[in-house]
């Protein structure tokens, strides 16, 4: 993940060098230290899902948002999935994609009530042929 992903360095480096958010909000420096944690337990969030998923082989997995993100949703919709084997050959479309990202990556086991999602059903982000666009990770969304 780490070699499609900013490091945690290139991440500080880039946020010290952003006076603000996408919405125009100030960062200060709690609020940079706050993003720089919230992606480092998105990461490892993301990985553990993952890893959990391989233990009880589950075969799809589903994004989700724990809070709003506007960035994320232009481009991923809640309930659209991926495979495992999707995870593997393009790590790049594991959650965070960006600081304050609010997008994370769930097991599908088959229970879940995915019918309240904006794409009825479960959809698939991508065709095998092609990455899909993602969001850009250096669109800032200040946690609340």
Not at 1 to 30: C, M, V, W
Not at 104 to 114: F, V
């Amino acid at each position: 993940i780490t070699q499609f992903k900013p490091s945690h360095e290139e991440l500080r480096k880039y946020l010290a060098s952003q006076n603000e958010d996408i919405n125009g909000n100030t960062l200060t420096n709690s609020d940079r230290d706050a993003l720089v944690k919230h992606w480092n337990s998105g990461i490892e969030s993301s990985i553990a899902e993952i890893e959990e998923g391989d233990k009880e082989g589950v075969e799809f997995y589903y994004y989700g948002y724990k809070d709003n993100d506007p960035v994320c949703k232009k481009k991923i919709s809640h309930g659209h999935f991926v495979t495992r084997e999707q995870i593997y050959k393009y790590p790049k479309i594991i959650p965070p994609f960006h600081p304050g990202c609010q997008c994370e990556l769930k097991c599908y086991r088959g229970d879940e009530n995915l019918r309240e999602t904006t794409v009825f059903g479960m959809q698939s982000l991508f065709d095998e042929d092609k990455l899909p666009p993602l969001p850009d990770w250096k669109k800032i969304v200040k946690i609340q």
